[in-house]
């Protein structure tokens, strides 16, 4: 397997029989056009509606590549960001989809759209989309309850309700499985201290053979770096992605 950091949370993962691509949004070092040289099945998959996870650019691939498919979280449907003829499958929470190269489970976020199971060549893929732990900033040793106003969401929220939604979807997913070959999660610096928290909490419940951050392109390479020190000392591989386009080699 290969996998290829694209940007923020887009990634392209290949295999010996297809290539997929998770939540493309912008492709700063220019790769996708030799990606869609390749004559595999191309799987072009979009977690939920945001800019930052969904480009519409994705659909003009089709006029270099027949063969695609586009699975999409069927939020970007209900927001308008395209129409029901543009994919081949629209997901919600609980739904799935196979052919003869991939099965596929749509599993709960804690913000918009899905996360991603996939299940392909004997491996099992996550791409957790936005779902995260988005208010452990707020999670302190003096925090004891009750509403907390977030100036970066505009709103009051509860941190402990919150967290108990996002532990409540991971309890969920080990329901289907309790490993993966490859897990994609947000680690994301904007969150504030805290912001590996729900990476950690996702590692000390899922076996994980290579633990991968995202959605730090607002924090920097760096900020991701953070979280391979708890993953080492959980045995667990972690990539350190320091570019645009870079690429890692995997087989377990």
Not at 137 to 160: H, N
């Amino acid at each position: 397997m290969k996998l290829t950091y694209i940007f923020h949370s887009g990634f392209a993962l290949e295999t010996t029989s297809c290539m997929l691509i998770f939540d493309y949004w912008k492709d700063p070092a220019r790769i996708i056009p030799s990606l869609l040289e390749t004559e595999k099945p191309l799987y072009v998959f979009s977690s939920h509606f945001h800019e930052d996870h969904f480009n519409r650019e994705i659909f003009s691939w089709r006029d270099v590549k027949k063969n695609i498919t586009y699975l999409l979280s069927k939020d970007i449907l209900k927001h308008r960001r395209a129409t029901k003829e543009e994919a081949d499958a629209w997901l919600v929470k609980g739904g799935t989809w196979q052919d003869p190269h991939i099965q596929v489970f749509a599993k709960g976020s804690t913000d918009s759209g899905v996360s991603w199971v996939v299940e392909t060549g004997g491996k099992r893929i996550f791409h957790a989309g936005d779902l995260n732990n988005w208010y452990a900033r707020f999670l302190t040793d003096d925090y004891w309850g009750g509403m907390v106003y977030s100036p970066d969401f505009g709103k009051y929220i509860d941190p402990l309700k919150e967290e108990k939604q996002f532990l409540g979807e991971l309890k969920d997913i080990r329901k289907l499985t309790d490993s993966f070959n490859i897990a994609m999660f947000p680690i994301d610096g904007r969150i504030g201290n805290g912001y590996t928290r729900g990476g950690r909490q996702f590692i000390e419940r899922f076996k994980i053979g290579l633990f991968v951050p995202m959605h730090f392109a607002g924090s920097g390479f760096e900020s991701a770096w953070r979280m391979k020190e708890f993953a080492d000392a959980c045995g667990i591989s972690f990539w350190s992605i320091r570019e645009n386009g870079e690429s890692i080699e995997f087989q377990s």
